[in-house]
């Protein structure tokens, strides 16, 4: 692993020297660093960068993140906003300060930061995962269903898809705590919802796991026609899939 950080962040340094790969090459960059633990290294590069590069909004940025990492907020937070006043649209500045309010319980401005991150860039999936801890720490983790559905109505693809792959996640743990209860029939509807979501998305990869795993619900119901259906559906996607072949061949 030490390999490859090294690696990483020669890579991200030609990019940024380059002027290529935006906030993405700094946030490469400091995670590289950080992996290499090596933060106090990264703030040094950063700030170095900085000295010819005043007002490079991602600069700031990463600069602001290797503080977040440290877990100097306040620091964190006045480097975001300084991000921001270069460029309003940097995304992923407005997503780390949402993760700041997290940090001081300002939950309702932590969700507009972070919508605002996903209006500018819906193709993120980080920002839908970060909008559903939200509502998970505020303790209404349903939320991000509701904002998948108000956004079916926009029609946005980029958006319905971000909250689609958001709502299946948070539908998937939602199972498993079902299952664990021995709630069976509930579990399956939930892997029910999960396939019209994802097919509503054009998901067709995320479909493999949703039928093996309705595949092994119903076989655990002993419905063995149920779970045929399921598991053929999976192989059906991938061919290659060997523990849907394997439950076939034991159900037959």
Do not use: C, T
């Not at 600069?63 to 309003?88: R, S, T, V």
Request: no cysteine.
């Amino acid at each position: 692993m030490q390999s490859l950080n090294e690696e990483a962040l020669l890579l991200y340094q030609s990019l940024i020297s380059k002027g290529e790969g935006g906030g993405y090459a700094f946030r490469g960059l400091v995670r590289a660093y950080r992996g290499m633990k090596k933060l106090d290294e990264a703030e040094s590069w950063v700030e170095s960068y900085l000295e010819d590069n005043s007002d490079s909004s991602f600069a700031l940025y990463a600069l602001g993140y290797i503080f977040y990492l440290k877990k100097d907020m306040k620091k964190a937070e006045e480097l975001f906003n300084k991000a921001l006043k270069f460029d309003l649209k940097n995304a992923l500045a407005l997503n780390n300060l949402g993760a700041v309010r997290i940090s001081q319980n300002l939950y309702v401005q932590a969700v507009n930061l972070v919508h605002k991150a996903i209006r500018i860039n819906p193709k993120e999936p980080m920002f839908f995962s970060n909008l559903g801890a939200i509502y998970e720490e505020m303790g209404d983790p349903d939320m991000i269903v509701a904002d998948y559905n108000s956004y079916l109505e926009e029609g946005d693809p980029d958006v319905i898809r971000g909250y689609g792959m958001a709502v299946g996640r948070h539908m998937r743990q939602a199972s498993f705590r079902l299952y664990n209860e021995g709630r069976l029939e509930k579990a399956v509807l939930k892997w029910i919802e999960i396939e019209r979501i994802y097919k509503k998305i054009d998901h067709q990869v995320g479909l493999v796991p949703v039928y093996f795993s309705l595949g092994l619900l119903h076989e655990e119901k002993g419905e063995r026609q149920n779970a045929q259906k399921y598991f053929n559906r999976v192989l059906m996607l991938n061919p290659l899939h060997i523990q849907a072949k394997e439950r076939l061949n034991d159900l037959q």
